[in-house]
């Protein structure tokens, strides 16, 4: 909710006048009021769409409160979203806002739909050639009619372009509600850009081959959708405890040799997932490099994000 309907002057002096306050005492409660009430609208809407978790995205620059400042890049449930504690308006004049935030564990799936991408849920343990065969190839001849082999078009340096027509197709309902920033479908349709959060972490990973570890609940696979969409590189994530190993690589692969795949495995890690540029749904499909760095893994599966924050299951072969 990026921007709150103005009051007009009239209103402002009415409300003054009612209450005999200042013209800058009506419009700050003016203000706060409807900022409050935009508050409240989005949690509406992220509890309509599924959401369940928001983060708090404040407007860095010198003249950001230092309350805001402090919240940047918090995390919450939305049980606990409340206008004024937990989400903005955190004091007058705030222009803190919220985005989706989406965890990345592993469980049901949340699958989505790849024009308007309304979520919906798959099991678990739905595999790709499933998933395509019951919800993709459906709507590629119904409704998608061949649209999808022309969505993207990979310059030399990675970088995504599409026609006109084809962003006009596409709707963003999520991102009608609020900025969009650091949401990876925003991010590679309108150039939204990252949050302060993912962009710290993009600084951490200046290049090909960039390696950081962080703490395990400042990164999810999500966020690493939106480095992508920005990037158009691949990034891989791995975990161990409480600490997420992120590793960036190139337009096409991520550098994990085989050595170094059972190095981390006999170190306890798990390949929480990596992510693939591409905003198609066969960007979603592991390589034969993928199966072959799984096995040497104690798991069953790990995930793939493409650059528009869908998100697919692989598994090792039995
Ligand atoms: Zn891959």
């Not at 005492?25 to 508050?39: C, D, H, K, V």
């Not at 939305?78 to 989406?102: D, I, K, L, N």
């Not at 965890?103 to 499933?130: C, H, I, L, Q, W």
Request: hydrophobic fraction near 30%; proline fraction near 4%; glycine fraction near 6%.
């Amino acid at each position: 909710m990026s921007q709150q309907t103005q009051p007009s002057d009239a209103a402002i002096d009415n409300l003054a006048k009612a209450m005999e306050t200042s013209k800058y005492n009506a419009g700050r409660l003016i203000m706060t009021e409807s900022a409050y009430f935009s508050s409240e609208a989005q949690k509406d809407a992220y509890n309509k769409l599924g959401v369940e978790q928001f983060e708090i995205l404040a407007t860095l620059d010198d003249i950001t409160s230092e309350l805001c400042q402090s919240l940047d890049g918090k995390v919450f449930p939305m049980s606990e979203y409340q206008a004024g504690v937990t989400a903005p308006p955190f004091h007058p004049w705030c222009r803190t806002t919220t985005v989706p935030y989406f965890d990345d564990d592993f469980g049901e799936r949340a699958a989505r739909e790849p024009e308007t991408e309304k979520t919906y849920y798959v099991s678990g343990n739905m595999k790709y050639p499933e998933w395509r065969e019951n919800f993709v190839e459906k709507d590629l001849t119904q409704k998608h009619s061949g649209d999808i082999m022309l969505n993207r078009d990979i310059n030399s340096t990675g970088s995504v372009n599409m026609t006109d027509t084809i962003k006009s197709q596409i709707q963003l309902p999520i991102e009608r509600e609020h900025s969009g920033k650091g949401v990876p479908s925003a991010i590679i349709h309108s150039d939204t850009g990252l949050t302060n959060r993912q962009q710290t972490l993009l600084n951490q990973l200046p290049e090909y081959d960039s390696r950081v570890t962080v703490p395990k609940n400042s990164v999810s696979m999500r966020d690493l959708s939106a480095l992508t969409a920005e990037t158009g590189v691949e990034y891989a994530m791995f975990t161990k405890g409480q600490e997420r190993l992120i590793i960036r690589g190139n337009e096409v692969s991520v550098n994990v040799s085989t050595e170094f795949a059972e190095k981390l495995s006999r170190d306890s890690y798990r390949w929480s997932g990596h992510t693939h540029p591409g905003i198609e749904m066969y960007s979603l499909q592991s390589s034969e490099g993928d199966m072959n760095i799984l096995k040497l893994f104690n798991q069953k599966k790990s995930v793939i994000y493409n650059s528009t924050g869908n998100h697919l299951l692989f598994w090792k072969e039995e």
